[in-house]
């Protein structure tokens, strides 16, 4: 019998998300389990096999199954280690493909979360069939997966496909996980969005805005985008903004790699065209006029709640 | 008889380079012409075969040669058309190579200048056997060409690389060629260097300088060099503040495609560790900690002389 599924494992600094996938892309079940309660990977890696194995006898046991790929952040697909990972527990670096291979008896293969998205939408999302793309994942910060003639860069040590950490406001604002300042990902991820948010309020105090309902500490992006559905100017600035400095990194990405689609996924995407109308906006304004014009820049065809999972699970098929 | 000989052209806004390289690199014969003398491209092609077929007798005849490879501003090596050259005076699209091929007999691939630079450095220079690396060429402009896993990256239309045109300070300074604000190649260029200095003289009219003694028309990033040299105080901030910026644009670049060498050529290189300590010095420091002391930055191992040659004659071998 040949391999029908694939498991796909998506660990975040929050949830970790586990899901068997069919090759159409498909999920057939899934589960999720809490990162950071863990304190030690061996006991992550327990509860791990503990929530799988009943899911691959599920599916008709282990021999349906091709492999298991991991997406993580920093992870490493040369060393299929997580390598000083900023927002999980496990500090240094984790050689997590090797023990979980050792532990299921299955190829395991681990990449960049960011990477194991590009890697899902090239293979079931919108850019089927595109060699040249760039993958921005918008959500609590700014990824990117970047594929080359097919192929996702990694570069000479895995860890290529930074953009979100590329600096587009020299001396800009300060990034509190780098200490770096500017960078792509203190404006364009769902905290970025809260900042200016806050930045916005602060800076015209005197104007009326349905965001001064909401308290500074607990507002959300999503409350952003609810204010800015109801007419309010703020929180219309806050995504023309947002857009703003989105679409003039994208064009500096654009002079590197020169891809045929951009795309956009994640949480901040929930906003449609209160962020893709700026963001396009200033990515063609931005354009050398060889490139203008040629560029599409679309939203992920993945299912947002599955898309971690169908990435991760895309890397097994690959392999 | 085996072909033992490429032909190497490098067509630039001033000069048109043209030579016979044997496969080690060596330039065996060269010759110029003027570029913009000719108003049309068959003049230029004519005058072109005129030059090229005594060096071709003298290499043993065309049986010797492999092939043409060129080098070309805003040349693009899917349609082997030089596209829009902004500094050359025949406009639209030229399909250079196709020209060329008829006329020679021979097979013509052609590209971007700065890409056949990288592929000289990768089969003759700094390079070799590095599969990963960035190529800066820093000159009368900034050019770039990126190698990933060992094949220049060009993109779904041919122009990838524009790394000089990537903006580095919002609403930095004009750059007149593109209309274009805070362009790396607005700053790190030769001319971005001269008009570092003026800027730099201007808004310290107090401060004594050896470059007060230029004419500022007529400075050259040279004069600036021998002033620097000489202790100027001026002229050394004026390639801190190039290499601050190189460096800041480096970081961005690494956090693209992660090389494990970035090779600076062209020009401004002469200014040695002028440029180089700054350079080195503000990347490093504004790269991610995984990122950090693994980057070699060097100067390129080409003669500069005949490195454009040497790189557009890669292409025939390449091909």
Tied chains: 1, 2.
Aim: proline share 4%; with cysteine.
């Amino acid at each position: 019998m040949s391999p029908s599924f694939a498991i796909g494992i998506d660990i975040g600094g929050t949830s970790t998300k586990i899901g068997i996938v069919d090759h159409s892309g498909k999920v057939i079940c899934q589960d999720t389990l809490v990162t950071n309660t863990f304190s030690s990977v061996d006991l992550f890696i327990d509860s791990l096999y503990n929530k799988i194995v009943p899911m691959i006898q599920q599916v008709g046991g282990i021999d349906t199954i091709i492999g298991i790929g991991v997406g993580a952040p920093n992870g490493n697909i040369y060393s299929g280690a997580i390598e000083y990972a900023p927002n999980l527990q496990w500090k240094g670096i984790i050689p997590l493909a090797s023990f979980i291979q050792i532990k299921f008896g299955l190829p395991t293969t681990l990449t960049n979360d960011a990477n194991a998205a590009a890697l899902g939408e090239m293979m079931y999302g919108a850019t089927k069939n595109v060699p040249h793309f760039i993958m921005i994942t918008l959500g609590t910060g700014v990824g990117s997966g970047i594929v080359i003639d097919g192929k996702i860069v990694v570069g000479h040590d895995g860890f290529a496909g930074e953009l979100g950490h590329t600096i587009i406001r020299h001396d800009g604002r300060l990034h509190i996980g780098t200490g770096m300042r500017g960078s792509v990902e203190s404006y364009a991820s769902a905290t970025g969005v809260i900042n200016t948010a806050l930045e916005f309020l602060n800076i015209q105090p005197e104007k009326a805005s349905l965001l001064r309902n909401y308290a500074p500490e607990s507002l959300t992006s999503k409350d952003i985008y609810t204010c800015a559905m109801q007419g309010d100017d703020i929180a219309k600035e806050v995504f023309e903004f947002t857009g703003k400095i989105l679409g003039e990194a994208l064009s500096n990405f654009v002079m590197f790699s020169s891809p045929e689609v951009i795309v956009l996924f994640g949480g901040l995407t929930n906003a449609g065209a209160l962020i893709m109308t700026p963001t396009k906006f200033h990515l063609e304004k931005n354009l050398l006029p060889i490139f203008k014009n040629k560029i599409k820049l679309v939203f992920s065809e993945l299912n947002e709640s599955d898309a971690a999972i169908i990435g991760a699970s895309a890397l097994a098929w690959e392999k």
